[in-house]
């Protein structure tokens, strides 16, 4: 049976949409479906996103939470879940109840720059503050910790002299597009896993077969 998606997303979703053109685009040999897409934010654009395509979209209450939470993905018979711009921190039935199933696309180099409040452009405007000449985009297993769980791949995104935040952070979402889907994609089929000992198996060969956009 094709692996039953669900995305979390708390904003835009542009990272919902690569993943949706992705899967779409494997056509009737698709290895994954986006089921289900929830937000705590009614107006997070990803809801519209989901509509617009009749994927089921819930706005979760503040209810929803812990148990209440875990219960709603089991309800769509969930096998992975992606949280694409997800700022909540995801409750530990969920974390639990899907370990080695559950992911999450961060836009630096991690461990740099990641974990509470980290997020958004404040991620952007600490990699320039530190002066460091790369960044980049990391996808990792969701584990009890803001971003620290187990790398599944990473792709380098070079800091130009003078980059502002707004214009790194385009050049950084657009490598997002291009390693999270293929990334979720090898944890849904299987490809890649999280063993017993915490550690990541398997790899595959699209995640060096992507190009970082060249600056202009
Ligand atoms: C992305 O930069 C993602 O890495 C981060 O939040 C942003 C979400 O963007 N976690 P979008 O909602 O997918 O457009």
Same mark, same amino acid.
């Given at each position: ?6 995305? #979390? ?20 040999e ?49 096998d992975?879940?992606? #949280? ?35 997020y ?19 996808v ?30 385009? @050049?950084?979402?657009a490598?997002?597009?291009? #390693?999270?889907?293929?990334a ?8 890649v ?5 915490g @550690? ?11 190009c ?5």
């Amino acid at each position: 049976m094709t692996p039953r998606v669900a995305v #979390l997303a708390s904003g835009g979703g542009s990272n919902l949409q690569a993943i949706l053109d992705y899967f779409d685009a494997q056509g009737t040999e698709r290895r994954a479906e986006v089921v289900l897409v929830a937000s705590e934010r009614v107006t997070a654009r990803a809801l519209e996103r989901a509509r617009a395509r009749g994927i089921a979209a819930v706005a979760l209450d503040a209810a929803q939470r812990g148990e209440a939470m875990a219960s709603l993905l089991a309800s769509y018979d969930v096998d992975v879940i992606a #949280l694409a711009g997800y700022l909540r921190f995801v409750p530990v039935d969920v974390t639990r109840g899907w370990r080695g199933r559950i992911v999450n696309v961060h836009p630096s180099l991690l461990p740099s720059f990641g974990g509470a409040g980290m997020y958004g452009s404040r991620v952007h405007q600490a990699v320039i503050a530190a002066g460091v000449r790369v960044t980049g985009v990391t996808v990792h297993f969701v584990d009890e910790e803001y971003d620290r769980g187990p790398i599944i791949a990473q792709w380098p995104v070079p800091v130009l002299p003078d980059d502002a935040p707004e214009a790194l952070a385009e @050049r950084v979402l657009a490598v997002e597009h291009m #390693l999270y889907p293929a990334a979720l994609d090898a944890v849904a089929s299987g490809r890649v896993a999280l063993g017993a000992d915490g @550690r990541v198996t398997g790899w595959s060969p699209e995640f060096s077969f992507i190009c970082s956009p060249q600056p202009a």
